[in-house]
Structures are given as C-alpha cells and as structure tokens.
C-alpha cells in the first residue's frame, strides 16, 4: 500500500511499463505522468544539442580535405558559393569528384579537368590544394570574374542601405579562409577593398575588414596607403584608445606577414627585393609613429601597453632576421617610445617584455656588425649605431648601475631630459624624507616595479642562509631596500655577508628562475663584466 503518495504510485506506474510483474495499488487524488520541472530549459537544451550535433556533421564530413565537399541536401537557403561539380568532363581527363583519397589525389594531379565554377574554391579544401599546386592565368581569372561581378553588385547595396547585408559577410569570411590558405590577399578583393573602404563605417565588421587586409601584398607602402590605408584610418580613429589599438594591431599583424613574405623569398636576393625592403621600412616608420601616438594621448593602461610591446615585440623578430638576410634592415624603434614603456611599465612582465626586446636588438646589431649577411651592400651609418647605443645605455644606467638620467657616459642620451626638468626632480627628491638621490631610484633595489621582488630575492637567500647553518648564521636581516652601503653595515651586524655584485647577479637569476628574465637577458648581454662572466661560467 502507498497511501496517498501520487508521486510514489506514478515512479511505480513508471516501473510497472518495463516490468508488467509489478503490482500498482490505489491512490488517492490525481495520478500524473512526471514532467520535466523546467519545460522552457528543456526546449533550449534541445535547440543546443541539435545544433552542436549539425557541427559535428559538418565538420566531420570536412575531416579529409581531399574528398569534394558536400553539404546535403537540407539547406536554410541557397549557398552563395556553389559546390565543385564538373560537368561534361573530356575522357582523358578525371574530375575533382572522383578523388577519393591524398594518394588518389596526387596519382591524377595532372589529368584534372577544372570544375564549372572554379569559384567554389573558396569553400572547397581539395580544389584549394589543386589551385595552389597547379595554379594558373585561366583559373584565377575565372574566379576573379565571378567575384568582381558579385562585388560589384553588393557595392550597388552598400551604397543604397549603408551597410553590408549577410550575403556579403559570408563571402568575405570565406574569402578571408581562402586568403589565410594562400598567404597573400588575392588581387579581386584587394580591388573590392579598394572601393568598399571608401563607403565603410569603420565599425561594421572591423575584425573581419582589418583580417583580410592585414594579407595584403607586399608592394610600395606609398602607393597602399593613397589607395587604402588613409581611407581605412580616417573610418577607424574617431579619438578613442580603443580605435588606435585596433589600427595599432593591424599593422602588427601586417609587419608579421610582410616579414614573412620577405624571409621567403630566394638568397641571395634579387633585385627586385629593394623595393620590398623600402616598403617595410616604411611601413615600420608609419606604426611606430602610431605606437608613440598612442601612448602619449591616452591615458597608460595595460591594453595600450600591451598593445605597443606586442607590435615592438614583432619589429623585433623581423630585425632578428638581419644578419642571415640582406633584405631585412635593422630599424630601431623611437627613442621616446622606449622611454616612456620603461618609465610607465605597471608590472615585471611589461618591464621584462621590453628588455627583451632591447636585448634582441642589441644581438642583431652585433651580429650584423660583425658579419654582413650575403650579397649585403646595407651600411648602418655610425650615428644610426650610437643612437641606440644611447637608450641602451640610458636603460642600463636606470636599472643596473643607479645613474640614472647620466649623460656623461659614451653615448647616453639622459633619457632625453631637459636639463631643467632634471634640476627641478633632483630638488624634489632632495627634499623628501628621507632625503633621495635620483640616480639610484630606478635601480633594483628601488625601481617601483622591481623593489618588492629584489627585497624578496634577497630574504629567500638570507631564509636559505639561516637552513643551511641550522639557523646560526644570521643574527640580523637586511630590512630594505638594498643598497652598496647597507650590505657593508649588515655585514658587520651579524647579517648575511653578500657584495653588491653578488646581490644583483642573485636579483636577476630569482627572476630568471620565475620566467621573469627579460631584464637579466638585457644586462647579460649589454654590460660587458657580465658578458665575460657568462663566457667564463659557461667554459668552466
């Protein structure tokens, strides 16, 4: 007996449908079937899961990109891009369709006859490896005709409703797969580009316009920036860092392509190089100006910062390249922007990143130097040399050996400060209490971006001091910051006995140990009684 527990007799009426054996009592009140608590998560459940099911369709039936694609037969709408069919194919010849296989593909690579729309190759990863093997005059004007009448007609739209309906973005999405497949923005949708940037917004679909733009050849930078770049900046900025940080981004990923493009081509290098080179210098000349823009007409953050180091970041890579490829030219970045990331640096990373970079440029100058790569005629004129030498040195003077702002060294430039202003700061940390001294605040031991790790450095040596001698060996810990004189007076107060040397060699080994190694990357290679220390430890 169950009473009256209708939720109890209704489990067993549930039972009872796979085992009839079951006997159900007699209940009381209305006996219901159980239903789902929350019909409306259910429905949307459903909705999910069919659709993810469809991707997994979909995408495993592109799993082998050499068979013909074919979506099926159900369809919301007509595809824009048709699928590769070839009709009235000749005997002698085989078709795209017939491939079965990688093996089967490259047995009949010469005997293919070209399907009816060779449009299709936007959307079909076996007729793309064909085009890109056997790519010829004929099959890229077949798809340049197709597309030009096409564009030509969304244009007409664009013109009439101010914006690109979703016939346009699903071309240009596939476009933009087809170009991230070839590597090179293909010449039909440079020239849509070219006509479309004058009717853009800068905000409709910016991520996608800026990706496939990014794939533009590398030709004269003066000649792209009449037909688009101008265009393209007068729709993005409109005064906010964020419209600078997209355009900054762009040109990043523009320099990393055209980097790309310029390491592949043949060595020694033709001639026809020198073109190519002038472009990316100035190309280089155009970002970094954009760099310094953005940092000094916005407030710092971690995003404009982020954003200057990462194309910094790339513009070091290229030039890394230098002395293998006569084609690639050391260009150094402007001396203020690397002042300013030095001084606005929020976190270690920021600063570490930025060392990085230094330290990569100082080694593609040295090696360049030293070395010319083959077929170079390139001279780096010695006032070129000495004035990065100066930031370098300005750097080091900062962080290393607490002189800052000095210009008396060989080529140290102070940090481009006025004379005036430099006055003015030394009064006021003058009048501090206590007391400072402008050249050793941005040192290790005080640079407010490295003071809590360098005091954390050396407590972990002090704590590791005191286990190794069961304790006996410090009777004094060092309260920070740490400076020359200070370690001489915890020497004789029973502290841990560590030269100056020593305590910042163990500074940058603590950071170099977390993954922070930047500005021991930096120092090692820059100041010479490190260079000959590293050399030395390394023979040993």
């Known amino acids: 007996m169950v009473g009256n527990e209708p939720a109890l007799l209704g489990l067993l009426r549930t039972y009872k449908e796979f085992y009839p054996d079951v006997i159900v009592g007699q209940a009381t009140g209305k006996i219901a079937r159980f239903t789902h608590p929350d019909t409306e998560w259910q429905d949307r459940l459903r909705i999910i899961q069919d659709s993810n099911l469809r991707l997994f369709q979909e995408i495993r039936s592109q799993t082998s990109t050499f068979k013909v694609v074919r979506r099926g037969v159900k369809r919301s709408r007509v595809a824009v891009v048709p699928e590769v069919h070839t009709y009235r194919a000749e005997e002698s010849s085989t078709t795209l369709e017939e491939v079965s296989g990688v093996h089967d593909f490259v047995e009949r690579l010469d005997r293919f006859q070209l399907p009816n729309q060779m449009v299709s190759v936007l959307d079909d990863p076996l007729l793309q490896h064909f085009v890109l093997l056997r790519s010829n005059d004929i099959s890229e004007a077949r798809i340049g005709q197709w597309l030009t009448v096409f564009f030509d007609t969304q244009l007409q739209l664009v013109e009439e409703s101010g914006q690109a309906n979703e016939t346009l973005v699903e071309v240009l999405e596939k476009v933009l797969r087809y170009t991230r497949r070839i590597k090179v923005l293909p010449r039909f949708a440079e020239a849509f580009m070219t006509k479309y940037l004058l009717l853009w917004n800068g905000q409709e679909n910016r991520t996608l316009i800026l990706n496939m733009l990014a794939y533009l050849p590398l030709t004269s930078f003066q000649d792209l920036q009449t037909r688009l770049f101008n265009y393209l900046e007068d729709a993005i900025l409109d005064n906010t860092e964020q419209s600078a940080m997209d355009l900054l981004e762009y040109y990043t990923s523009l320099l990393r392509n055209w980097t790309t493009r310029l390491l592949a081509l043949p060595q020694p290098t033709p001639p026809s190089s020198s073109s190519q080179t002038t472009s990316l210098a100035a190309l280089v000349s155009h970002a970094s100006l954009l760099s310094l823009t953005l940092l000094t007409s916005y407030p710092p953050n971690q995003y404009t910062l982020s954003a200057t180091l990462s194309y910094h970041e790339t513009l070091a890579h290229t030039i890394s390249h230098a002395p293998s490829h006569a084609q690639i030219h050391i260009l150094t970045p402007i001396p203020q922007?690397?002042?300013?990331?030095?001084?606005?640096?929020?976190?270690?990373?920021?600063?570490?990143?930025?060392?990085?970079?230094?330290?990569?440029?100082?080694?593609?100058?040295?090696?360049?130097?030293?070395?010319?790569?083959?077929?170079?005629?390139?001279?780096?004129?010695?006032?070129?040399?000495?004035?990065?030498?100066?930031?370098?040195?300005?750097?080091?003077?900062?962080?290393?050996?607490?002189?800052?702002?000095?210009?008396?060294?060989?080529?140290?430039?102070?940090c481009l400060l006025p004379p005036s202003t430099l006055q003015h700061l030394r009064t006021y940390v003058e009048k501090l209490t206590p007391p400072q001294t402008l050249s050793t605040l941005f040192s290790l031991s005080h640079n407010p971006t490295l003071c809590a790790v360098s005091i954390t450095a050396f407590r972990d040596l002090e704590t590791k001091a005191i286990e190794d001698s069961n304790g006996e060996a410090i009777e004094t810990r060092h309260a920070g910051p740490v400076t020359q004189r200070s370690l001489a007076v915890l020497a004789v107060e029973g502290g841990i006995k560590l030269g100056w040397a020593e305590y910042r060699l163990e500074v940058l080994k603590w950071l170099g140990d977390r993954g922070v190694g930047g500005v021991g990357d930096l120092m090692f290679c820059t100041m010479k009684h490190l260079m000959q220390g590293q050399g030395s430890a390394k023979a040993g």
């Open 337 to 414: 922007t690397i002042y300013l990331l030095t001084f606005l640096s929020p976190t270690l990373s920021t600063l570490s990143r930025l060392c990085s970079i230094l330290a990569t440029y100082k080694r593609a100058f040295e090696a360049t130097m030293t070395s010319p790569p083959p077929g170079s005629t390139h001279e780096y004129p010695r006032e070129f040399v000495n004035s990065f030498n100066g930031f370098l040195m300005d750097i080091c003077n900062l962080l290393w050996r607490s002189r800052a702002f000095n210009t008396t060294d060989t080529n140290a430039l102070g």
